[in-house]
């Protein structure tokens, strides 16, 4: 579809007065145990967009009872019954896609192609892929002179998911579509800082799933981790995040000695050799770095350049960055947007706060962003860095 700015700006309206959403448990929104909820907010503006609740252990038991009741029943379903399942949340997904993708702009900050043409396609392609592995949980069988054995694979209970905030539609998708085609029931976790379209799409499908099949707790990581991953009964841990947060939740999984997967941070690096197309390096060292603002484990945030093509890659890479338009991240016009949460700008704004403190230079920018009409909203310059060494902060 075409995306213009008055198509954004009118899904964007259904936001103008906050909602509240509660915890999805056992197919019921329910309030959390605390009474206190979180606001999601729109970084480009600091408008709140919706409240969300502060889950505890209170709601991390209710979940994971409701996920433990609904695993029998669900785990002995015929392939294709799970398959129509995810084929009715795929039909479901596809009708607003669109406006997942505005959601996913206003509340993390990035552009509406980018969620749209991006996010929201591969989102719908998880949810189709996984529907057809509902047939393909397999066994094996090795013959041998003397017998023969046999691989039986079965679901492995309750599953627990943490998604993080950067790209939360993909993550949603991938981590629930193979649990649920697998036969697993699942106590999600989405971000505190941006899950809005998640949210959203909880509440779409919610009439779907078999209660308590899907479960959505929302809240802060040291609240409801613990009591969800060390519970006897949650048997896999599926994240994606932080390095330092992976080792806390293998830790805590040691405790019932449950299997995890971990889909942790990067810091990749272009190399950029003394004979490349240096125009053609500099454009994608452009795209890898503006994509999603930078917020991106696959962002290309290290350059090794050949000191024989320094200065001629850095001259080429600072006029393609700084022509990359920012702004408002519903015009599809936009390229770059604003960084997810304060939490994500204080944080670079300490690291550009260090750079000449420890002897780097910048070679541009550096600084916030002031964008006309958005003058409150999370903006930083694109930035290039020289003189940089691995001990530095930023680093």
């Known amino acids: 579809m075409e995306i213009t700015l008055e198509k954004a700006q009118a899904s964007a309206a259904q936001f103008l007065k906050p909602t509240t959403y509660g915890h999805f448990i056992g197919g019921e929104w329910l309030d959390g145990n605390s009474g206190e909820t979180i606001p999601l907010k729109n970084p480009a503006t600091r408008d709140v967009l919706a409240n969300i609740q502060s889950g505890n252990a209170v709601d991390a038991k209710r979940a994971v009872d409701a996920a433990f009741a609904a695993f029998p029943a669900w785990s002995r379903m015929y392939p294709h019954q799970r398959q129509e399942y995810l084929r009715a949340i795929e039909d479901r997904f596809r009708a607003r896609m669109f406006d997942y993708a505005v959601m996913e702009s206003l509340n993390n900050g990035k552009t509406i192609s980018q969620s749209y043409h991006v996010d929201m396609h591969a989102a719908l392609s998880h949810l189709q892929t996984y529907a057809g592995m509902a047939y393909n949980v397999k066994g094996e069988v090795f013959d041998l002179p003397d017998a023969t054995v046999v691989t039986h694979r079965e679901p492995i ?189 204080n944080k670079i704004m300490g690291y550009l706060d260090s750079i000449p403190k420890e002897g780097a230079t910048f070679a541009l920018g550096g600084k916030r962003a002031v964008v006309p009409g958005l003058e409150t909203g999370l903006f930083i310059e694109p930035t290039i860095v020289t003189n940089a060494r691995n001990d530095m902060k930023f680093m």
Request: charged share 20%.
């Open 157 to 345: 209970g309750v599953v627990a998911q943490i998604i993080p905030w950067n790209i939360p539609m993909v993550m949603f998708t991938l981590k629930i579509a193979p649990a649920l085609a697998a036969g697993c029931t699942i106590v999600m976790k989405p971000s505190e800082i941006c899950c809005l379209p998640v949210m959203e799409f909880v509440k779409d499908m919610q009439d779907i799933l078999p209660r308590g099949v899907l479960n959505v707790v929302t809240g802060y990581g040291p609240a409801l981790g613990p009591p969800i991953i060390t519970d006897t009964r949650v048997r896999k841990v599926a994240f994606t995040g932080s390095r330092s947060t992976a080792q806390k939740i293998i830790e805590m999984s040691g405790v019932n000695i449950i299997p995890t997967t971990m889909e942790l941070g990067g810091k990749s690096a272009h190399i950029i050799c003394d004979d490349a197309d240096l125009d053609k390096a500099a454009e994608a060292a452009v795209i890898a770095n503006a994509y999603n603002k930078g917020e991106m484990c696959i962002a290309g945030s290290r350059l090794f350049v050949h000191k024989k093509v320094e200065g001629e890659f850095i001259g080429l890479f600072k006029e393609k960055l700084r022509n990359v338009p920012m702004g408002n991240p519903l015009d599809p016009a936009v390229a770059i947007g604003a960084q997810a949460s304060e939490i994500q700008f």
